[in-house]
């Protein structure tokens, strides 16, 4: 296991996003038993290879599991999967560091929207009072 990580809120959001869904934890959990390819490790979680397929980029893309294409002995491309070692730790402290990075936070913010419209309707009522 790697020491500890901390992470960006936007790395954040995607590795519990990616960790969020039941399907993605049992494919983390098969590949902890070692590397596999895509059609084997369908066969074995009882899924299809495109949701497998699917599934497997999320995880990718968080940076849980890597794939490498290989070559079969006759010549088939066959692309394995294996989890990549990981640690985070989860505090609020690390929660709060994390949003503080995030990348277009208002847009995160479901209270943004009505926060803007307080303050134009402010700098609307100041301007009203500096012309009056």
Do not use: W
């Not at 869904?21 to 049992?26: A, L």
Request: glycine share 8%.
């Amino acid at each position: 296991m790697s020491a500890v990580e901390t992470l960006t809120g936007d790395d954040l959001l995607k590795v519990l996003a990616a960790l969020g869904n039941p399907h993605r934890m049992r494919i983390v959990e098969a590949l902890c038993e070692g590397r596999n390819y895509v059609s084997r490790l369908a066969r074995e979680i009882g899924m299809s290879r495109p949701l497998l397929h699917m599934h497997l980029q999320r995880l990718e893309s968080a940076g849980l599991v890597v794939g490498t294409l290989e070559l079969s002995d006759s010549g088939k491309a066959m692309k394995f999967f294996e989890v990549v070692p990981f640690a985070y730790e989860l505090t609020p402290e690390v929660i709060a560091h994390a949003a503080g990075t995030l990348s277009g936070a208002d847009e995160a913010d479901p209270a943004a929207p009505a926060k803007e419209a307080d303050q134009a309707a402010r700098a609307k009522e100041e301007e009203g009072a500096r012309t009056q």
